[in-house]
């Protein structure tokens, strides 16, 4: 196992829950897009605090599946704000799974940057608080 995929987690813990069976794909494991979306939700709590207010997703970046996840598994989403922008910012998503039945613990299993932009009530870009 790499060293990469052992290594602490860096960041805030934003999100966790639990891989259920309804969450799978063919092979019987985890549906990425399910594990894109958990990802989605972790980076706009972190998003929430760092616009203090509404934002929404803008893009998606460089989301790699490093590793299978199993049902059952507890899924941990660790999340830091890479950059901040006039109205953006950048938010690091680092995914971890931990399975006591098959001896998993802190195994990083995905990872992507996810884009937030700041808006206002009419869903316009507004300029990032202080
Ligand atoms: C997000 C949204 C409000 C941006 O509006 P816009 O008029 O395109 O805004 P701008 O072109 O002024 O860009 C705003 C910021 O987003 C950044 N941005 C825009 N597209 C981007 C992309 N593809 N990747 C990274 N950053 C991007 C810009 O660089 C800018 O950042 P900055 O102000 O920090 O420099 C608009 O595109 C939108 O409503 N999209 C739908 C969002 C949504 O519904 N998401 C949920 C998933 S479906």
New binding site residues.
């Given amino acids: 196992m790499s060293e990469e995929t052992t290594s602490e987690p860096l960041g805030e813990l934003a999100l966790q829950t639990l891989a259920m069976p309804k969450d799978t794909n063919a092979n019987g494991d985890i549906f990425g897009g399910w594990l894109v979306s958990q990802m989605d939700l972790a980076a706009g709590i972190i998003s929430k605090k760092a616009t203090k207010g509404r934002s ?4 998606i ?1 460089n989301v790699t599946f490093l590793r299978p996840v199993s049902v059952g598994s507890t899924v941990s989403c660790y999340c830091y704000v890479v950059k ?5 910012v950048h938010i690091a998503v680092d995914v971890r799974t931990s399975h006591q039945l098959n001896q998993i613990d802190n195994l990083k299993v995905a990872e992507g940057l996810f ?1 937030f ?1 700041a ?1 206002d009530d009419e ?3 507004r300029p ?1 608080p202080d």
């Avoid at 929404?56 to 893009?59: E, F, G, I, K, P």
């Fill in positions: 929404t997703t803008v893009a970046q901040r922008g006039r109205t953006s884009v932009v808006i869903g316009k870009p990032l």
